[in-house]
């Protein structure tokens, strides 16, 4: 169900987000480094944004099908009433709490996609979420993921700054593995830095010594310790480019305070300070709704909406909302009927939100 473009226009957004560029040739390590340095590197740059909508979403009760009666009988205990719904059409309406995305569908800029899914679906969180981030149904254990594929196209070795970043957790998502590229994680940009316990003026020391000594390493392309000493530069670099940003940012825009707003919040941040990643990873937990799904549910959606609203008031203020492409996305939907717990088990194929330029 799209409002003004279509599943095609969807994967040309991705495409404009950089996401595949097959007939590029790979840039200069020394090039990349010396864009770095001035920030030209980021400059006009695509973006894309992925959220993991991590369990499960229930789709039916996201994008609520108020036209069907075979909903409301599978669903008496848990489901939205049509006069609860945010109206779209006569056949569908969006969850009360998705106010934000709502005002976003109506504006042009929210596109949803329906029925996404991959060929025989397998319900186990472990393996879904496999295929969904390496893109490979077929391979039992994936060893890289998509965007990590992606990113080794547009570079041959790692570049100087991170072209991709993962926020609010410790764990690498498979998404972003990749055999040449290092994608560093976050929880704070206060944890991304070298530090010995002595305070800011001694991790300044300690941070341009290891830059020093590892300038000085010679490289053997292509080796072990080749991309750990790149992978270290590019953490180092980038941890030095992020704590320069926040003297400089400024925005009217009202976040909600929640984990989802400050996440997007930075990223905005950094997509502001033409810092050079271009691809981001945010999850928000909690969407495997076997029992009492109602209350927990609804506080998600509140969370989602108001953070992806505030995201997209926050680029349109710096007129950067042209350059960021967003989406989400969840390892399976939830089977029609609710269960005996007013909740629902797992599913297979559900939907997605796309924030487009």
Same mark, same amino acid.
């Not at 042009?108 to 679906?121: C, E, M, R, S, W």
């Not at 008031?313 to 005996?340: I, M, P, W, Y």
């Given at each position: 169900?799209?409002?003004?473009?279509?599943?095609r226009?969807?994967?040309?957004q991705?495409?404009?987000?950089? /996401?595949v560029?097959?007939?590029a040739m790979p840039p200069?390590?020394?090039? =990349?480094a010396?864009?770095?340095?001035?920030?030209?590197a980021?400059?006009?740059?695509?973006? $894309?944004?992925? /959220?993991?909508?991590?369990?499960g979403?229930?789709?039916? &009760?996201t994008?609520?099908?108020?036209?069907?009666p075979?909903?409301?009988?599978?669903r008496?205990?848990?489901?939205?009433?049509?006069?609860?719904? @945010?109206?779209?059409?006569?056949?569908?309406?969006?969850?009360?709490n998705?106010?934000?995305?709502?005002e976003?569908?109506?504006?042009?800029?929210?596109?949803?996609?329906?029925?996404?899914?991959?060929? &025989?679906?397998?319900?186990?969180?472990f393996?879904?979420?496999? /295929?969904?981030?390496?893109?490979?149904?077929d391979?039992?254990?994936?060893r890289?993921g998509?965007?990590?594929?992606a990113?080794?196209?547009?570079?041959?070795?790692q570049?100087?700054?991170?072209?991709?970043l993962?926020?609010?957790?410790?764990?690498?998502?498979?998404?972003f593995?990749?055999?040449?590229?290092n994608?560093p994680?976050?929880?704070?940009v206060?944890?991304?830095?070298?530090?010995?316990?002595?305070g800011?003026?001694? &991790? =300044?020391?300690?941070? =341009?010594?290891?830059?020093k000594?590892?300038?000085g390493e010679?490289a053997?392309?292509?080796?072990?310790l080749?991309?750990l000493?790149r992978?270290?530069?590019?953490a180092?670099?980038?941890?030095?480019?992020?704590?320069?940003?926040?003297?400089?940012?400024?925005?009217?825009?009202?976040?909600p305070?929640?984990?989802?707003?400050?996440?997007?919040k930075? /990223?905005?941040q950094?997509?502001?300070?033409d810092?050079?990643?271009?691809?981001?990873f945010?999850s928000?937990?909690g969407?495997?709704?076997h029992?009492?799904?109602?209350?927990?549910?609804?506080?998600?959606?509140?969370?989602?909406?108001?953070a992806?609203?505030?995201?997209?008031q926050?680029?349109?203020?710096?007129k @950067?909302?042209?350059r960021?492409a967003l989406?989400?996305?969840?390892?399976?939907?939830?089977?029609?009927?609710?269960?005996?717990? $007013?909740?629902?088990?797992?599913?297979?194929?559900s939907?997605?939100f796309?924030?487009?330029?």
């Amino acid at each position: 169900m799209l409002p003004s473009s279509t599943r095609r226009e969807f994967l040309r957004q991705l495409g404009a987000a950089g /996401i595949v560029s097959l007939g590029a040739m790979p840039p200069r390590f020394l090039t =990349r480094a010396a864009e770095a340095a001035s920030g030209a590197a980021g400059r006009d740059q695509r973006v $894309l944004v992925l /959220i993991q909508m991590a369990g499960g979403n229930d789709g039916l &009760n996201t994008l609520v099908p108020t036209g069907d009666p075979a909903y409301e009988k599978a669903r008496p205990g848990i489901g939205i009433k049509k006069g609860q719904a @945010l109206r779209l059409n006569d056949q569908f309406g969006l969850h009360p709490n998705l106010t934000g995305l709502r005002e976003l569908y109506d504006e042009g800029k929210l596109a949803i996609v329906q029925g996404v899914g991959y060929p &025989n679906p397998d319900r186990s969180h472990f393996r879904s979420m496999d /295929i969904w981030q390496s893109a490979e149904p077929d391979r039992a254990e994936p060893r890289d993921g998509w965007l990590g594929r992606a990113l080794e196209w547009q570079f041959d070795r790692q570049p100087l700054l991170a072209e991709a970043l993962t926020l609010g957790t410790d764990k690498l998502p498979l998404a972003f593995v990749s055999s040449r590229v290092n994608v560093p994680t976050l929880r704070r940009v206060e944890d991304f830095q070298l530090s010995d316990g002595n305070g800011s003026a001694a &991790n =300044r020391t300690l941070t =341009r010594t290891a830059q020093k000594r590892l300038a000085g390493e010679a490289a053997s392309s292509g080796s072990e310790l080749d991309f750990l000493r790149r992978a270290t530069t590019t953490a180092l670099t980038s941890a030095e480019r992020l704590k320069s940003m926040s003297s400089s940012y400024k925005t009217t825009v009202d976040y909600p305070g929640t984990a989802l707003a400050n996440r997007l919040k930075l /990223i905005a941040q950094m997509v502001t300070a033409d810092f050079p990643a271009r691809m981001y990873f945010v999850s928000l937990d909690g969407f495997d709704t076997h029992s009492q799904q109602q209350p927990g549910h609804a506080a998600l959606m509140a969370e989602l909406s108001g953070a992806i609203r505030a995201f997209e008031q926050d680029l349109t203020e710096h007129k @950067l909302s042209d350059r960021v492409a967003l989406a989400t996305f969840s390892e399976f939907g939830r089977r029609v009927a609710e269960n005996g717990s $007013l909740g629902t088990d797992h599913g297979a194929a559900s939907m997605l939100f796309a924030l487009t330029p």
